[in-house]
């Protein structure tokens, strides 16, 4: 992303484990941004960890959630490192609106790596449950969605500063 055009907000996305909240808080703090943490919203907003919403409301009522911050944020986030949850990107409206906020990151992981961050229970309820095959089948059927953002920065082998570094340079 340019630099007059990142100075705004930057948005990463990727998969579960792909690294966006580490990295996002890294990159944050490196360029004197704030910092925001979609799940890190809902959960507070709702006062249950994501697992809970899930399992109480549902994943629906989770997304409906997680596109009205999105556009709560495109009203009001100025300067802003914006690390968003795996799913954020499913949905061709919140594209359109994560488009207002900023330049796209794509983190893109390893499979082997995600699958191994994610193979111990994490609080994910979409990823718990799931075996590795399970895991990478949903990964596959989403890599189109992740690839439409503007910037793919891969992250294996890169140490998180080289990762900070790429999407700076990008
Ligand atoms: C999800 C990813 C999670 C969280 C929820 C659903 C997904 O965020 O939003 O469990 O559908 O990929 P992380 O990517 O931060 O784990």
Same mark, same amino acid.
């Given at each position: 992303?340019?630099?007059? @055009?990142?100075? =705004? $907000? &930057?948005?990463?996305?990727?998969?579960?484990?792909?690294?966006? #909240?580490?990295? *996002?808080?890294? /990159?944050?703090?490196?360029?004197?941004?704030?910092?925001?943490?979609?799940?890190?919203?809902?959960?507070?907003?709702?006062?249950?960890?994501?697992?809970?919403?899930?399992?109480?409301?549902?994943?629906?009522?989770?997304?409906?959630?997680?596109? @009205?911050?999105? =556009? $709560? &944020?495109?009203?009001?986030?100025?300067?802003?490192?914006?690390? #968003?949850?795996? *799913?954020?990107? /499913?949905?061709?409206?919140?594209?359109?609106?994560?488009?207002?906020?900023?330049?796209?990151?794509?983190?893109?992981?390893?499979?082997?790596?995600?699958?191994?961050?994610?193979?111990?229970?994490?609080?994910?309820?979409?990823?718990?449950?799931?075996?590795?095959?399970?895991? &990478?089948?949903?990964?596959?059927?989403?890599?189109?969605?992740?690839?439409?953002?503007?910037?793919?920065?891969?992250?294996?082998?890169?140490?998180?500063?080289?990762?900070?570094?790429?999407?700076l340079g990008g």
């Open positions: 992303p340019g630099h007059s @055009e990142w100075k =705004r $907000n &930057l948005l990463l996305v990727g998969f579960m484990g792909a690294g966006k #909240t580490t990295l *996002g808080g890294i /990159l944050s703090k490196r360029c004197r941004l704030d910092f925001v943490d979609t799940d890190q919203l809902i959960t507070e907003q709702f006062g249950l960890s994501v697992a809970d919403i899930f399992s109480r409301y549902g994943e629906n009522a989770f997304r409906v959630a997680e596109t @009205e911050l999105l =556009r $709560n &944020l495109a009203a009001r986030c100025r300067h802003s490192v914006i690390a #968003t949850g795996g *799913g954020m990107v /499913l949905k061709d409206e919140n594209w359109r609106v994560m488009r207002q906020i900023g330049p796209v990151v794509f983190l893109r992981a390893d499979e082997q790596e995600l699958v191994e961050r994610l193979s111990s229970a994490t609080g994910r309820p979409l990823a718990d449950d799931s075996d590795r095959e399970a895991i &990478l089948e949903r990964y596959r059927q989403r890599l189109p969605c992740y690839l439409r953002a503007d910037l793919v920065v891969e992250t294996k082998n890169q140490a998180p500063l080289e990762v900070v570094d790429a999407i």
